[in-house]
C-alpha cells in the first residue's frame, strides 16, 4: 500500500472517530436562495447597465474529484448549478432567458436531468425562457437590432478559492512552458462571438458584477453568518482532535468532519493545517507532518456552504501551553487584529485603521514589529472576493483581517484571521464562536 493510500484511508478512520454531534443551530443548513435572490441581483445589474444585452457562460466541466460548482459570476445571476449554460439578459429590463444543452438519455442516467425537464424552473428562477442551448446564436441574431452593446466578462471568472488577479496569475505561470500557452476558455468564448457576430460593440460586465458582488444582500447576510458558525466550530473541534503525536491530516479531518456534517460541499480552499516549522508557510497545504510537543499548530480553514464561503485562521499550541517566547508573539499579532476589529466601521478608511493599531499597540508597550493592520481581502462567493474599487468601508462588505508574524529559523509562525461583516453601526465578526484568546484557548484544551 501506498503513502497516498494510506493517508486516505487513515483520513477517513480519524472522520468516523469524530462522530460527535453538532449543535442544532448549525447542522444541515444548506438550504439555498430563494429565486427573487435572483431576480433582484439581474434587476440590480440592469439598473447599473441600462441599455445592451448580456452573455455570460456558466461552467461546462464538472471539477475531476471535486462536487460541481458553478462558475461563482454565472450563479449570481441565476442560481443555475447545471453545466453548460448560457445566460442572455437585456441589460434595460433585466429580462433573462436561459440556454441548456439538450441531454442524451445516458447522460440523464448518469448525472440527472436539468432545467430542461423542470417545468417550474422557469417561474422558480424567474427567466422569461428555457431554451436549448443549440438556438443560442439563432436567438442572439433575432435580438441583434434592438441591443446597443453587448456586455460579456472580459476578465477571467474567480473560483471558489482564487480571486480574478490571481486566475491570471497562475495562468501566467502555467504559460511559462509554451507547450501549456492555450487561451483560456472564456477568451475563446469571446473570440467566437466576435467571428460570428462581428458589428457588435463588446463591453466588460465584470467591473458592475463586482460592484454588486462586493455588497452582500440579506440572504447572503443570513448564509455567511451560518457558515460563520458552521466554520468556526468546525476550527474549535480540530483544535480539541490535537496532542503530541497527532497528525496534520487527522487536524484537518476533524474540521472536515463538522462542515460535510453541517451542510457544506467542502472547504472553500485546500485546508492549511501547519505544525512546527510548517507554520511557517503561508499556504502549506500537504498537512502530511506529525505534530510534537512543544510546537505550535496553525490551522487556516473555512466551509464553502451555499455558494459563500468563510476564512478563519488559528494558532495553539500541540501540548495545551504557549512557551513563554510563543506567547509573546501571540499577543503582538492578537493586538493587531483586535485593534483592527475595534476600528472597523462604515466610512473608515485603511490608513485610519492603521492609525487605531499604532495606538493599541502603543498603549499596551508591544512593538508591532511590522505588523500595522488596515483592511484585508473580501470574502464572498470566493474567499478572495471580488472588490471594486472604494475609498471607505460600506455596510454589507464582508472581508477577512490576518494579521501574522513568522520566524522560520524558530517554528514559529502565528496568525490570527476572522471574517467580518461591516454593519450599520460597526462589525460583526462572523467566525467569533472560536477561541482566540490565550487563556480561551489553553482553558480548552486543558478540557479535552
Not at 486566475?167 to 460570428?196: P, T
Not at 466588460?204 to 460592484?211: I, K, M, N, S
Not at 485546508?271 to 506529525?290: A, E, F, K, L, M
Request: charge should be neutral; glycine fraction near 8%.
Amino acid at each position: 500500500m501506498n503513502a497516498r493510500w494510506r493517508r486516505k484511508i487513515l483520513l477517513l478512520m480519524a472522520v468516523a472517530a469524530c462522530a460527535f454531534a453538532l449543535p442544532e443551530m448549525i447542522r444541515a443548513q444548506r438550504t439555498g436562495y430563494s429565486g427573487e435572490e435572483f431576480v433582484r441581483r439581474r434587476q440590480a445589474l440592469s439598473g447599473r447597465l441600462q441599455e445592451g444585452m448580456v452573455i455570460l457562460f456558466g461552467a461546462d466541466t464538472a471539477t475531476p474529484g471535486a462536487h460541481t460548482r458553478q462558475d461563482n459570476d454565472f450563479y449570481y445571476l441565476t442560481g443555475v448549478e447545471d453545466l453548460g449554460a448560457v445566460l442572455v439578459m437585456n441589460a434595460k429590463s433585466g429580462e433573462a432567458n436561459l440556454f441548456l444543452p439538450r441531454q442524451t438519455p445516458r447522460e440523464e442516467m448518469m448525472g440527472g436531468a436539468n432545467l430542461l425537464k423542470d417545468g417550474t424552473a422557469k417561474a422558480r428562477l424567474g427567466f422569461a425562457d428555457i431554451h436549448e442551448v443549440s438556438f443560442f446564436d439563432e436567438f442572439i441574431a433575432r435580438n441583434a437590432r434592438a441591443f446597443a452593446a453587448t456586455w460579456v466578462r472580459l476578465q477571467p471568472g474567480d473560483t471558489v478559492d482564487n480571486a480574478r488577479s490571481e486566475v491570471l496569475i497562475f495562468e501566467g505561470r502555467k504559460n511559462r512552458l509554451h507547450y501549456n500557452d492555450q487561451i483560456s476558455r472564456d477568451a475563446y468564448r469571446l473570440q467566437k462571438l466576435r467571428e460570428r457576430f462581428p458589428g457588435f460593440a463588446w463591453k466588460d460586465v465584470t467591473p458592475h458584477l463586482d460592484a454588486l458582488r462586493m455588497i452582500k444582500s440579506a440572504e447572503e447576510i443570513a448564509v455567511l453568518r451560518r457558515n460563520g458558525k458552521l466554520s468556526a466550530e468546525a476550527v474549535r473541534q480540530a483544535m480539541l482532535a490535537t496532542k503530541p503525536g497527532v497528525f496534520e491530516y487527522e487536524i484537518e479531518a476533524a474540521a472536515m468532519h463538522v462542515i460535510l456534517k453541517g451542510g457544506a460541499k467542502g472547504a472553500a480552499y485546500p485546508p492549511i493545517v501547519g505544525s512546527g516549522p510548517n507554520t511557517c508557510i503561508q499556504h502549506y497545504d500537504r498537512n502530511d507532518r506529525q505534530a510534537l510537543a512543544g510546537e505550535l499548530v496553525l490551522m487556516d480553514f473555512g466551509a464553502d456552504l451555499d455558494h459563500l464561503t468563510m476564512d478563519i485562521t488559528r494558532t495553539w499550541p500541540v501540548s495545551g501551553t504557549f512557551t513563554p517566547e510563543q506567547r509573546e508573539v501571540y499577543e503582538i499579532v492578537l493586538t493587531v487584529e483586535k485593534a483592527c476589529l475595534e476600528a472597523y466601521r462604515p466610512g473608515v478608511t485603511a490608513d485610519e485603521v492603521r492609525k487605531h493599531v499604532a495606538e493599541a499597540l502603543k498603549a499596551k508597550g508591544l512593538d508591532g514589529r511590522g505588523q500595522r493592520g488596515g483592511i484585508g481581502h473580501m470574502v464572498g462567493m470566493s474567499v478572495h472576493d471580488v472588490t471594486a474599487p472604494y475609498a471607505k468601508l460600506e455596510e454589507g462588505m464582508v472581508f477577512a483581517i490576518e494579521p501574522a508574524l513568522y520566524y522560520p529559523e524558530k517554528a514559529i509562525g502565528i496568525r490570527i484571521e476572522d471574517t467580518v461583516l461591516i454593519t450599520k453601526d460597526g462589525c460583526e465578526v462572523l467566525t467569533k464562536d472560536v477561541p482566540k484568546e490565550i487563556a480561551e484557548i489553553e482553558a480548552l484544551l486543558k478540557r479535552k
